[in-house]
């Protein structure tokens, strides 16, 4: 089974600073099975990314995604005040795993 | 747009059988995937399976035993069945939706609780 692993498990900011959050996998993946999702306190997960760096409709282009071998990485620039919350990575391929969630918390 | 809403009671029983049902409105339930995924509180997300409209299951390996999802095309419904609960499958509990078998889950619902107690 692919494992997960996201860092920091914390990241504090200020608003308007870029958030880097990091998502290892525990092998080599496909990077078409890779997805980030936003999750605040009381909803459920909102889909960010999926296939590594793809937008879906309605999500801003502040948030991006990119990999470099077995690490992903969810960025988003210039941190507004809702997007302040837990992210989570998610793989969906023959085996499916979430991370254990980075959250991103106002310093 | 397409909604999914969950239903089932709040409160099971260890040993008892856990059932929810994910109701998807603003669309059809045809031509697509639909997962259960659960998140015990504070915690994070795990995977615990889906069906496809022509009544294709994959579950996770470790609950495969325990778990069963159907789907009611003429309701626009699926379900979950959950057997032999323990304090562990206390949860909250989300359907989602996914275009195929090796897509995100771009479509939630809000989830809800069940406790086993």
């Known amino acids: 089974e692919i494992v997960l692993t996201q860092s920091p498990d914390t990241l504090s900011l200020s608003p308007g600073e870029r958030a880097i959050l990091s998502c290892r996998t525990s092998?080599?993946?496909?990077?078409?099975?890779l997805a980030w999702y936003q999750q605040k306190p009381g909803q459920a997960p909102r889909l960010l990314i999926y296939g590594s760096s793809n937008r879906p409709t309605g999500i801003p282009d502040r948030f991006s995604g990119s990999v470099s071998g077995t690490e992903f990485t969810l960025t988003i620039s210039n941190l507004e005040p809702e997007d302040f919350a837990v992210y989570f990575c998610?793989?969906?391929?023959?085996?499916?795993?979430f991370g254990q969630g980075t959250k991103v918390d106002v310093k | 747009q397409v909604q999914l809403q969950e239903s089932g009671p709040g409160l099971v029983k260890p040993s008892e059988t856990l059932s929810l049902t994910c109701t998807v409105s603003?669309?059809?339930?045809?031509?697509?995937?639909w997962s259960w995924v659960r998140q015990p509180p504070g915690k994070g997300l795990e995977w615990i399976g889906y069906?496809?409209?022509?009544?294709?299951?994959n579950y996770k390996p470790s609950l495969e035993s325990r778990v069963s999802i159907s789907v009611d095309m003429s309701n626009n419904q699926f379900s979950l069945s959950l057997r032999s609960v323990t304090a562990a499958d206390t949860a909250f509990y989300y359907c989602?939706?996914?275009?195929?078998?090796?897509?995100?889950?771009?479509?939630w619902g809000q989830g809800t609780m069940v406790t086993v107690s």
């Open positions: 603003g669309g059809s339930i045809n031509s697509y995937y």
């Open positions: 092998q080599s993946v496909w990077r078409r099975y």
């Open positions: 069906i496809d409209d022509k009544g294709n299951t």
């Open positions: 998610h793989f969906y391929g023959t085996s499916r795993t």
């Open positions: 989602a939706r996914q275009a195929t078998a090796y897509d995100a889950l771009d479509i």
